[in-house]
């Protein structure tokens, strides 16, 4: 493909199921995109809000993967790779899921892109332990074991929650920072980058119902083949 930007068709892009509210949205095997060689330069936000991805410098691009995640593609991060949009907003409570596979133990799958930090989001930290911080550290019983896993999170203050592959899985007081900007696969810091793959994000301007959060984690456990 050399260096010219490829763009696949999405004029019939898939509703994401389960609940409206929806604020971000990308998915490897759904998002619009546009590749440099084998590398993504653009990811395209599925929701109606716009806020696509972009490597946060030229040499950090993604490795587009094809076939990594149940047979579908995934964004391959090696560590120094990442994506930013410094417009995207998002204040507490919101809900959040991703689905990656992570290679090392201590890598953030998510950060804020914000100087301030804000909710850090996803990483995997001690051991490979799943956290999400918005203020305050709030981790899982989960230990990484280099699998692709449904992480979620409700980043409410004190009444924050963590689910691992749709199992509740840590609740308490992960702060009350709201989202300013979104780093994918490094923290704003750039350190402990992302070595692994990153196949689906979504982000929900609200806490979610049960039945919803269970329509979007089967959705997606069964789409990224996640045995539970």
């Known amino acids: 493909m050399g260096l010219a930007a490829i ?12 609940a409206p509210d929806l604020s971000f949205w990308v998915s490897a095997d759904d998002s619009q995109k546009t590749f440099n060689g084998s ?9 109606s809000n716009g806020k696509n991805l972009t490597p946060g410098t030229a040499a950090a691009q ?36 991703i689905a990656a596979k992570s290679t090392v133990t201590a890598a953030y799958m998510m950060d804020s892109n914000s100087a301030t930090r804000g909710a ?19 981790s899982s019983t989960f230990r990484d074991d280099g699998k692709t896993h449904l992480y979620g999170a409700l980043f409410n203050g004190a009444s924050s929650q963590l689910y691992v592959d749709g199992i ?11 989202l300013t900007g979104i780093n994918l696969g490094i923290s704003v810091g750039a350190v402990q980058g992302m070595v692994g793959t990153i196949s689906e994000l979504a982000l929900y301007d609200r806490e979610l119902s049960f039945s919803e959060r269970k329509t ?3 959705y997606l456990t069964h789409k990224w083949g996640i045995i539970k």
């Open 7 to 18: 763009q696949n068709n999405v004029a019939n892009a898939p509703v994401y199921p389960g």
């Open 62 to 97: 993604p490795a587009f993967t094809s076939g990594s995640a149940n047979g579908k593609p995934s964004l391959t991060f090696a560590g120094t790779e990442y994506m930013i949009n410094a417009a995207l907003s998002l204040t507490q409570p919101y809900t959040v899921f």
């Open 120 to 138: 850090a989001g996803f990483n995997l930290t001690g051991g490979g332990k799943f956290d999400a911080f918005a203020g305050a550290s709030l």
């Open 216 to 218: 979007i984690e089967a």
């Open 39 to 47: 590398d993504l330069s653009q990811f395209d936000d599925l929701s």
């Open 168 to 178: 509740a899985d840590g609740a308490g007081n992960a702060g009350a920072d709201a």
